[in-house]
């Protein structure tokens, strides 16, 4: 079993930041993507950003420049720093990785999610 625990959200003023994390643990071989999702009352969740093991990344259009997704392998964990916070980033943040277990098979886990409120 792998467990995803996020940390680092909060309560923080238009233009300010906040970085998250997100640890991975358990019976893991190695992880391919790791993810941030986000979703704000009323709305779907949304994909935020994405990163390979090797490093690639990519960002949605609406935090392209703000938020910057990275990743330590031999933490298992991935982090996204949060810059120039807009009330419109105010949402129920979601780490997502996919992985094989020591069992060699593939999986997915999601964490359990941290909550980001940005203040006008």
């Known amino acids: 079993q792998v467990q995803l625990v996020e940390s680092g959200g909060g309560l923080v003023q238009a233009g300010g930041s906040l970085r998250l994390s997100c640890a991975a643990s358990?019976?893991?071989?190695?992880?391919?993507?790791m993810r941030w999702y986000r979703q704000a009352p009323g709305k779907q969740r949304e994909l935020v950003a994405a990163?390979?093991?090797?490093?690639?990344?990519n960002h949605a259009d609406s935090v392209k420049g703000r938020f910057t997704i990275s990743r330590d392998n031999a933490k298992h964990t991935v982090y996204l720093p949060m810059n120039s916070l807009k009330p419109q980033d105010t949402a129920v943040y979601y780490c997502?990785?996919?992985?094989?277990?020591?069992?060699?098979?593939?999986?997915?886990?999601w964490g359990q999610g941290t909550q980001v409120t940005v203040s006008s």
């Open positions: 358990g019976s893991i071989f190695n992880i391919n993507f």
């Open positions: 997502n990785a996919d992985f094989r277990n020591t069992n060699y098979s593939l999986m997915a886990s």
């Open positions: 990163i390979t093991s090797g490093g690639s990344t």
